[in-house]
DNA sequence: AAATATAATTAGGTAAGCCTAAGTATTATT
DNA sequence: AATAATACTTAGGCTTACCTAATTATATTT
């Protein structure tokens, strides 16, 4: 039988949280992601583990199992197809998604899932620039590019520099940027292809088309 | 706060057994609509009512409020809308769509009710030929009758079927009848009341009382 | 009117998924 | 090593939505 809305839920939470690491989500991160108590936590990991969906012992945390890692992957699949969707042509704002595609990652129709991934193009990214896995479970794998080559509005992560020189490090470290950041391009300024983009806190700042040039996203 | 998926579907239950008559559906037929045990039945209309989404009285059966029929007319224009959309847009034949439709009306988001709506073309009707509902809860009319009250010999649509079934749907494809398709009643076999019917490409079929009776034409 | 059938309700129980409060491990600090 | 802090589990309970079996109320026959 199908997975509950909520065992599709902790399973999610578990990809989020290791991530492609060998990391192993702690009961605490998981009830922290899903807003529940770490006792409602314990029952839960421990029905995954029956059902070899997780392994989970107390000491190491919880791992997705090949299988629980597929269905991981289809959820994931499914939120970020509808996000685009509903970005691309129900006129939503990427902010607004959010809460509606939670509820249509549960949607239970391969062909549907399908369907919509033609209709859409295929896409690899979701608005959010996130990659979006294919039918097989695939990911996109995003090799890292100077900033000016990559799209608006997608998320992306500071890989490095290609200029060390301390005058170029102490401006990026004044803009507030540094590596492993996240950012996101919201704006090509025309006339001189300068960048407006958005750091973690929510701040913005403008770089020059050196400047980003000189900086490799992923 | 908003319905569950479950209390939604008892109301639509009732809207669809009580119709525009005023007709009181009986725990029994909520019952077997919904493949549950009468006595979850008592429970669950007790609750509504209590809720003021129906009225509820052993005697009577039940009958939507006036916000209950609101929300009933919702979760069939949800639905409805969704039908459309899988079968314009997601190459669903009309007999596929019922099940994930199912799924689909119980998200909850007006804003992607009404684009879907708009994306759709403000359609009147879904692909079984059923009203679909506007933002404002109204339905279009139409005049249509069963099959066998219509008269022979005169020029026939197909505007909708009294029974969603895959099965009967499937029967009909079969038959090579289709929503919206021409047709003419040839001849009434006397015997067994069934009908020889002329569609649109010269082709005859044979249709017994039962299924003609829920075949509607305008 | 009495007997029977049908419909609805009550009573008690289950499973999923959550909670709180109390207890037990484990890890970090002194 | 002893204490304190953090993480996890246990125990007992709650709510929703369902179940079965037994009972009561309403209709229908005879």
């Known amino acids: 039988m199908p997975l509950s809305t909520t065992e599709e839920n902790y399973l999610k939470a578990i990809f989020s949280i290791n991530g492609a690491n060998d990391n192993r989500a702690t009961n605490q991160l998981i009830a922290e992601k899903l807003g529940v108590n770490p006792a409602s936590v314990t029952d ?8 070899r969906l997780i392994d989970y012992n107390r000491a190491d945390g919880a791992k997705l199992t090949k299988e629980g890692f597929k269905q991981a992957v289809k ?8 996000e685009t969707f509903l970005v691309n042509n129900m006129n939503f704002t990427w902010d607004e998604v959010h809460e509606v595609a939670e509820q249509l ?3 239970q129709s391969d062909k549907l899932t399908d369907e919509l991934d033609k209709f859409l193009g295929y896409p690899k990214f979701d608005p959010h620039g996130d990659p979006i896995p294919d039918a097989n479970g695939k990911l996109a794998v995003v090799k890292s590019k100077p900033l000016p080559e990559a799209g608006v509005a997608r998320k992306l992560k500071v890989v490095s520099v290609t200029d060390n020189s301390t005058a170029f490090l102490k401006y990026l470290d004044k803009q507030g940027i540094a590596l492993n950041d996240s950012l996101v391009i919201k704006e090509v300024v025309d006339f001189d292809k300068s960048l407006l983009v958005e750091l973690k806190g929510r701040k913005e ?4 088309k050196e400047a980003a040039g000189k900086i490799l996203v992923d």
Chains 1, 2 share one sequence.
Request: glycine share 0%.
């Open 105 to 107: 990652e549960h949607i």
């Open 75 to 82: 959820t994931v699949r499914k939120h970020r197809l509808w």
């Open 44 to 51: 839960m990991l421990r029905k995954l583990d029956e059902k």
């Open 205 to 208: 700042v403008f770089l020059s």
